[in-house]
Each structure stands twice: as C-alpha cells, then as structure tokens.
C-alpha cells in the first residue's frame, strides 16, 4: 500500500476525516524540519481537535507545541538524554536483560515481547523519570490506553488513565519540590532536574512537567518495544545476517539502524498546515492535517535504493524518519538504540540459534505505533 501511495499518490486527500497523507521520503523529511508550516500544536494524529479529546488542552506535551517555546523547553532535558547521559544506564539495562533472558532460558523459551520487550523500554523511562520500582507496572496500562484511544478506542478509559497518569506526577513534582525546598539537592531524574530549573526567570509550571510525564510514557514504551520485536523477527528470517552478528558483535549498532528502518516503530504522525501547501500539483489548505508516513519514507527506493524492501543488516543508512527531524527529533533516540544494543548483544550471545514464530504472534492496536503485543520465542533450534 505504501508503494502505491508513494507512485501514485504521494499527496493523498482522504475524504472520511478530511486529512491529506505524505508518503515519499523527501516530502516527509521537507515537512518535518518545517515547523512553521507543518505544526505540531493541533496535536500528532488525524483526529481535529485532539488534544481537547483526550484532556491536555492545558498540558501541552512537548511534541506538541512548536519553535521557540519547543525550543526553550527541550534545552530543558535535553542534557539527561545525550549518548553520553545515556550510557549511564547501561549496566541497568544490561542487568536487566540478563535476568529476564534467565527466565525465559528456564522456560525454555516464552512471550518474548511479556517477559523483555515490553519491561524493558518500562523500565528505561521510569528510571528517566525516578519513578520507584514498586510503581512502574502501571506505565504500560497508561500507555496502552493513550494509545488505543488514538487508535479510535476507548477514549473514556484513556481519560480516566491520563487522569491516574497526572495525578501520580502531580505528587511526584510536589514531593521533589518539597525536598528541594528543604535543601536536599535536586536528583538526576528529569522529574527533579525540571523541578529545579526555571525557563524564562521563572518555575517550570507544573502542567508543563506533567506534559513532559506524558511525553515520556507515551512516547518511550510501545515505540522501543515495536523495534525489538521486528529485530527479533529480522533475525530469525535471516540466519546468515544473524551469523555475521553473532560472529562479529560489533556490528550489531549498525544492524539496529537497519531494523530502526525496516521496523519504524511511529508508522506516521500528523502535523496540521499552518498555510496553502503545494506539492505534486495538489493544494493542501491551511488549517488541515496532514499524515507524515514514516514507514513508507523509510521504504523509499528513491531515498535507499531499488533494494529497499529488502532487509541487509550492514546497510550504511545516512538518514531515515524513524525518530522523526528536526526540532522533533526524538529526544529518547539513543536510549532507544543502547536498549536495541545491549538486548541483541545479549540475546545472541545467550541464545544464538532462538527464533520467533511470527504465526503465532499477535500485534498491538492502533495505527500510528506498530509493534508485536505477543511473539513466542524458542530459546533453541528446531
């Protein structure tokens, strides 16, 4: 479908919600980096008037607001998620790794994406967070519900779940505030670093970390799960790329771009036009949402080649969408790519013939992130 659109219809109107798609690698890229007139404050999906619908009118998550307030805040956290912050938590991860890797060796094999995928990336944005351990198992209900509603489903119970979500923050914010205004210096979560900080000569609002909350728990779970699934897969359909990883570990960076590409966990997210947009010969007017279909972008052959389509692990990638560009570049890109890392690293060391059985997996609700929500895995060859 996505090469249809891409030949035939890059600049698609669709009628049923009066949206317009982007399917070709360099309108997506164009329209990305140009905030000015692909906005991102009506919200990231096609529905008008989403985040009225799902209750953060008041608390604009990063990703939705546009340069320079975007700017002002990002410069905010920005420093807790550089690779070098980031390698921080890697004896954390990698520790974690192991003994769910240990679990399912037990087993003899399991759900895969229940007992490491899905915690995993949990436990990455908790830890970012400083949320305790005993409160994380909560994340993923909150996400799937924000999630599915985005999705078209219960819209009810992901405002009851967003409720949950900024009533617990709003307790963590007043309790990192208190003990800061005790004298306790402030901690290295980004909960803590925000409470402490101020933009423009003033407190960080409440509402604004609870934005920020949401960004994270919204945005930091199902996204890492989708790419560890489809690196999983990619790995078993091809046994003469996972040799040569298993042969030569360092690689394995350069085989988590190619699945970051193939897999793009954000299929697409929209943006609404801030004036008349020509392209293609098609006017898309003001004031309409527009789809920016990542995964199509990243099959591109126009942009990767006529063998796009095709899965080659040591592929030299010099762009792609999956963490989106520009002022929106995804701030958790490389703590994505460290838990990518670190779980093949460990997986092939620990496994090197598992596969998964992508028959009997099921995938997850919703159009806009795609991932496995169940992918059997044997620890052992046939």
Known sequence: ?????????????????????????????????????????EGLTVTYGERERIGLDEAAPIVMTDPPAHTAFRRLVAGG????QVAQVEPEVRSFVRERLGRLEDAGGGDVVAELFKPLPSMVVAHYLGVPAADRGRFDVWTEAIVEANAGGDVGRAAERLVELFGYFEDLVARRRAEQQAGGAAADDVVSQLVACQLDGTDVAPMAVLGFAFTMVAGGNDT????????????????????????????IPVAVEEALRLASPVQGLARTTTRPVDLHGVTVPAGRKVLLLYASANRDPREFGPDAEQCDLGRPIRRMMSFGYGAHHCLGAAAARLQARVALE??????????????????????YVRRYASLPMRTTGA
Do not use: C, K
Not at 23 to 33: G, H, K, L, M, T
Not at 81 to 84: A, C, D, K, S
Not at 352 to 358: E, G, Q, T, Y
């Open 1 to 41: 479908m996505y090469a249809v659109l891409r030949d035939d219809a890059p600049v698609l109107h669709v009628e049923d919600g009066d949206y317009w798609v982007l399917s070709r690698f360099v309108d997506v890229w164009d329209a990305a980096r140009d905030t000015s007139t692909f906005s991102s404050a």
């Open 81 to 84: 998620f550089t690779p070098r």
């Open 224 to 251: 890492t799960t989708g790419l560890l699934g489809v690196a999983a897969q990619l790995l078993t359909e091809h046994p003469d790329q996972r040799q040569r990883l298993i042969d030569d570990p360092s690689a």
């Open 346 to 367: 460990e997986l092939l060391a620990r496994f090197p013939h598992f596969s998964v059985d992508v028959d009997a997996a099921t995938f997850a609700e919703g159009n």
